[in-house]
Nanobody
Framework: QVQLVESGGGLVQVGASLRLSCAVS????????MAWFRQAPGKEREFVAA????????HYGHSMKGRSAISRDNAKSTAYLQMNNLEPEDTAVYYC?????????????????WGQGTQVTVSS
């Protein structure tokens, strides 16, 4: 059974940092590209970042570019999203996703496997 389990969300103040984790089991992690999306209430799911099999293959969406960093640890089957200088507009549920073959990195339909999400709330 494939599982993607996000953690690390919470309530923080403006300017704070958070590191989200996505622990993966039930698949060959190193053969999957990983991504982070987020969804705020009443809005569509939005691409945040993705990382390929090769850790040098990294892509960022516009919303958090320059304030976030995606990484992966294949030995731990875990992907990470470091988020810095958080703003109230970053408040959303953050989801990790996986795919064995990524080309259109920013499209949610590219990813066949999803976690349940972790809430991030940024208070002003």
């Amino acid at each position: 059974q494939v599982q993607l389990v996000e953690s690390g969300g919470g309530l923080v103040q403006v300017g704070a940092s958070l590191r989200l984790s996505c622990a993966v089991s039930g698949l060959t992690f190193r053969h999957h590209a990983m991504a982070w999306f987020r969804q705020a209430p009443g809005k569509e799911r939005e691409f945040v970042a993705a990382i390929g099999w090769n850790v040098d293959d990294i892509h960022y969406g516009h919303s958090m570019k320059g304030r976030s960093a995606i990484s992966r640890d294949n030995a731990k089957s875990t992907a990470y999203l470091q988020m810095n200088n958080l703003e109230p507009e970053d408040t959303a549920v953050y989801y990790c996703a996986a795919t064995p073959s990524a080309s259109s990195w920013a499209f949610a339909s590219t990813y066949s496997l999803w976690g349940q999400g972790t809430q991030v709330t940024v208070s002003s």
